[in-house]
C-alpha cells in the first residue's frame, strides 16, 4: 500500500524527479567518460606528451570522485526534502516508522539505480558524440579509444552504487531519527546555521593555508612532480570546500551586517536569499569551482599544448618559409601573401657538393635562431655576421680546399635556406666566390626564403610545397625522406604528437563544464520552488517586477561570480604545473578564457531568465 | 466631516471570457470607507469577500466601477504605479502571516521602509516604535520559524503599519490563531484603530473578531447584503451579527 502511494506521488511530482534525475544522470555521464580516457591506459600512454599521464588521470579521478560524492549527498538529500512532509503525514495515518523509513531508503536507492542505467547511455554517446566531433576538428584519427570501455563502465557502476547505498542509508537514517511533528513541518523550518565565530575563523584558515601550499606546489611542479600532483590536489581541493563552507557564509554575513546596505531597497531580501540556505550553497559552490578548475584547466592546458606546437616549432627556424626551386605557379601564389623579408640565393648541384653564391648570400645575409643557454628564452634571432674573405669555404673537414665554414653560416644554410640531408643526402656545403661558382659545371638553382605574420595561414601551399620538395629529394639522394626539416615539417609532426594530448585536454574541458552547467542548474532548479511564496508575497506588498527582476539578478551574480572567480584563479595558477613541459604555457591564455567567460556569462543570464519564469509571479 | 479613505463606485467584477460561462463574483458594489474607520466584511464563503479584497488591494483588476484610495483613482493604474501604491498606501495582514522567514522579524518589518528608500538612519527608530506599538520588541532579531502564531501576526501586523499606510487590509488575520491570541490581536487592532487612527478594512467570516468593528458589510452573491454599525457594546454587536448571518443562512437554503 505505502509503495502505491509513493509511486502515487512521485507521479504528482514529476518535474522535481526529472530535475533531480537530470542532475544525477549527467554527473554519471561525466564521471563515465572522463574515466574511458582515465582507464585506457594504452590510449593514454600512445597519444599523451606527458610522461605520467597515466599518473595524473589517478589524480584526476581522485578529485573528480571527490567533487562527485559531496555533489551526490546534496542531490539526493533533495529526495527527503522532497517527501518528509509526505512521509509524516502517513505516520500520522499511522504507518509504523519502520515502513517510513524503509521507503525512504528503497526511494533513494531506486533513484540512484535510474539514473545510473539512464546516465551509462548518456555517457557512452556522449564520449562517441564528443569524441568523434574533435577527433575530426582535430584530424586526430585516436585510436585505441572506445567509448564503451568495459572497465570504467564497472568502475561506475561501483562508485556510484556505493554512494547511492551510503545516501540511502543517511537519508534513511535521517527520517528514523526525526519525530512525527519535524517530519510535518520540515519546510518552514529554516536551516540557518548560526555559524560559530571560531568555526568561521578555524575553516578561513584551513582555506588559506591549504590552498597556499596547493599553489606552491603547482607553481613548483618542475622539481616535486609526482609528489607536487598529489600535494595540489590533496589540498587545492578541500581547500575550496572550506572557503565556499567557511569564508564566503562569512563574507555575506559581513555584507548583511552592514545596515546602510542591508536596509537598501530589496537588499535585506536578496542577501538573506543568498545567506539563508548557506551551508547548502557552500558545498554545491565548492564543486562548482572545482569543476571549473578542472574543465578550463583541461581546455587552457590542451590548446596551449595547441599553440605550443607553432612556438616549438619556431624555436629553430627563422623562417617560416622555404622553398627549392620555386614553381611559376608557387611564385604567382607568393605574390599575394604579406612577407616580413623575403630573400633568393642561387646555388648549384654536383654529385658532391651543394654550392651557394657568396655573392647573393652577402648581399642578404639571413637570420639564424641561436640558443641562448637561458631557460626563459630558449633562442634568440641574430644575422649572421657577414664575415666571408676567402674564395672557397667549406664544411668538409676533410678536404684542404678552402676554409672552414663559419657555424653561423653552418647554420643557415642546413636550417634556413634547407640545404639539409634529408635533401641532399651526404653532399658537401660550400659558399663560393664568383669565380670559383663559375667553375662549377651545373644548373643554377634558386631557393626562396621568407618570413610572414602568421605561418599557419598558409599551410595548404606549404603542404605541396613540402610534398614537391619530398620529390625534389628523392631525385637528389635516391630515397624519399621522411621529412624535410621544414618549418611546416616540425610543426605537423608536432602537431601530431600533442594532438592526443589537446585531444583530452578539450574532451576533459567539454565534460567538466557541462558537469559545472548541470550542478548550477540543479542547485537551482531544485530550489526555485520553495522561492514561489516569496516572490508572491513581495508583489503583494508593493514591489515592482523590476525590482524583483534586479534582485534575482544580483543574487545569481553572487552565486555564479565567486566559484567563477576562484575556479579561474585555480586555473591561472595551475597552468605554471606545465611551464616544465611547455615553452610558454600562458600563450593566448585569454582564449580559453574569454571562451569560458562569454559562456559562463551566458549561462548566468539563462538561469536568470529560467529562474524567474519560475519563481516570478505572472503580470 | 472626514475624508473617505476608500470609495467604492459599482464595481463589478466577471470572471470567465465572454464566450464561456461567465461568473458574476462582484455585481454593483458600493460603499465607503472614512479615515479612522474600522470596517468588517462578512459573508458565507463564496460570496465575494476575497474578491473584494483583491479589488480593493489592486492586486486584482475591477471588470467595471470605480475605487478611490486615498483620493486615487486604482482602476486606471499601470502595473508599476499599483506596485508603488500598494507599498505606499497599503498595509497588508494575511491569515497565513506571510512573513519572509528568511528575513528577521526586524527585517521583515523594515521591508516597505527599506522599498520607498528610507534612509537605514530613519529604519530603526520607525520599526522600534511600531514593534513596541506590538508588544513584539523582544522578538525582533528572532526569525519567524522560532515565534509563535501570535507572534508572527503581530509581526505582519507591525509591518502592515510601520510605513503609516492610508488603510490597513486584513484577511482573516485570526483565521490560523487560537481563541486567545485571536481575541489580543483583535484588541490591539481596536486599539491601533481607536487610539492611532489607523483606518481597517477586515475581511473575515469569524463573528466573534468582526465584533470588534465599528461597522460591518455583509455581501451575499457577489452584492451588499446588510450594513450594520455598532451602537451599543460589543456583546450586543456580537449578537446583532450573528442574527443577520442566521438570516443569510436561512436565505440561502430557502
Known sequence: MLVKLLSGSMKKMWKDYLVLLFGLTISIAIFYMFETLAQNKAFLEANALISSIVFVFHVGTFILGLVTIFYIFYATSFVLSLRQKELGMYMTLGAKKGKVTQMMFLETLVIGIISLIIGLIVGVGLSEGIARLLMSRLDFSGEGFQPLYASSLWTTVIFYMILFLLTAIVNAIRVARKSVLELLHADQKADNKVIKGWKTFVGTLFAIVLITFGYFAMINMGELAHVGVLIAAATVTPGTYFFFMAMLPFIIKRIKGIRSI??????????????????????????????????????????????????QSSLTHSYDIKVHQPTEEELTEMENWEFEERNLYSYRVTDDGVYFSKHDLQANPPMIKEFTGNLDELTEEVRVEN??????????????????????????????????????????????????????????????????????????????????????????????????????????????????????????????????????????????????????????????????????????????????????VHVLIGMEMFSFLLIEPYTKIWIPISLFLVIYGLYYWLTVKMYQRIVLPKG | MTKSVVNVENVQKIFGKKSENQYKALDNVSFTIKEGEFVGIMGPSGAGKTTLLNVVSTLDKATSGKIEIAGQD?????????????????????????????????????????????????????????????????????????????????????????????????????????????????????????????????????????????????????????????????????????????????????
Request: one cysteine or more; proline letters at 2%.
Open chain 1, 387 to 568: 664575415n666571408l674573405s676567402a674564395s672557397i669555404y667549406t664544411n668538409d673537414e676533410e678536404t684542404d680546399n678552402g676554409e672552414t665554414m663559419p657555424e653561423q653560416w653552418q647554420t643557415a644554410l642546413r636550417t634556413e635556406l634547407l640545404a639539409n640531408f634529408y635533401m641532399f643526402g651526404d653532399r658537401s656545403l660550400y659558399i663560393l666566390d664568383q669565380e670559383k661558382w663559375e667553375e662549377i659545371n651545373a644548373e643554377t638553382q634558386t631557393v626562396l626564403i621568407g618570413k610572414v605574420d602568421n605561418f599557419t595561414d598558409y599551410t595548404d601551399t606549404l603542404e605541396e610545397i613540402e610534398n614537391r620538395h619530398l620529390q625534389l629529394a628523392l631525385e637528389f639522394t635516391g630515397e624519399e625522406p621522411l621529412t624535410t626539416g621544414s618549418k611546416y615539417a616540425n610543426y605537423t609532426s608536432l602537431k601530431s604528437l600533442a594532438n592526443g594530448t589537446i585531444f583530452m585536454g578539450l574532451f576533459l574541458g567539454v565534460a567538466f563544464l557541462m558537469m559545472m552547467a548541470s550542478v548550477l542548474m540543479f542547485k537551482l532548479l531544485s530550489s526555485a520552488t520553495a522561492d514561489i511564496g516569496r516572490y508572491q508575497m513581495l508583489r503583494k506588498i508593493g514591489v515592482r517586477q523590476a525590482k524583483l527582476k534586479k534582485s534575482i539578478y544580483k543574487e545569481l551574480f553572487l552565486v555564479f561570480l565567486f566559484p567563477g572567480l576562484i575556479g579561474l
Open chain 1, 262 to 311: 542591508n536596509e537598501k531597497g530589496l537588499n535585506a531580501f536578496t542577501y538573506a536569499q543568498l545567506d539563508f540556505r548557506v551551508s547548502q550553497l557552500s558545498k554545491v559552490l565548492g564543486t562548482v569551482a572545482m569543476l571549473i578548475a578542472l574543465g578550463l584547466g583541461a581546455m587552457t592546458a590542451g590548446l596551449s599544448f595547441y599553440h605550443n606546437t607553432e612556438i
Open chain 2, 74 to 254: 486604482i482602476t486606471d493604474m499601470k502595473q508599476n504605479q499599483l506596485a508603488d501604491f500598494r507599498s505606499d498606501q497599503l498595509g497588508f495582514i494575511f491569515q497565513d502571516f506571510n512573513l519572509l522567514e528568511n528575513l528577521t522579524v526586524y527585517e521583515n518589518i523594515a521591508l516597505p521602509l527599506s522599498l520607498q528608500g528610507v534612509s537605514s538612519k530613519k529604519i530603526k527608530p520607525l520599526v522600534t516604535q511600531v514593534a513596541e506599538k506590538l508588544g513584539i520588541k523582544s522578538i525582533l532579531a528572532k526569525y519567524p520559524v522560532t515565534i509563535s502564531g501570535g507572534q508572527k501576526q503581530r509581526a505582519a501586523a507591525a509591518r502592515a503599519l510601520v510605513h503609516e499606510p492610508a488603510i490597513v487590509l486584513a484577511d482573516e488575520p485570526t483565521g490560523a490563531l487560537d481563541s486567545k491570541n485571536a481575541h489580543s490581536l483583535m484588541k490591539t487592532m481596536e486599539h491601533l484603530n481607536q487610539y492611532h487612527d489607523v483606518s481597517i478594512m477586515l475581511v473575515t467570516h469569524d463573528p466573534l473578531s468582526a465584533s470588534y468593528c465599528e461597522r460591518i458589510l455583509f455581501i451575499q452573491d457577489g452584492t451588499l447584503y446588510k450594513e450594520i454599525t455598532k451602537s451599543g457594546d460589543q456583546q450586543q454587536f456580537h449578537q446583532q451579527i450573528l442574527n443577520v448571518l442566521a438570516e443569510l443562512t436561512s436565505i440561502q437554503s430557502s
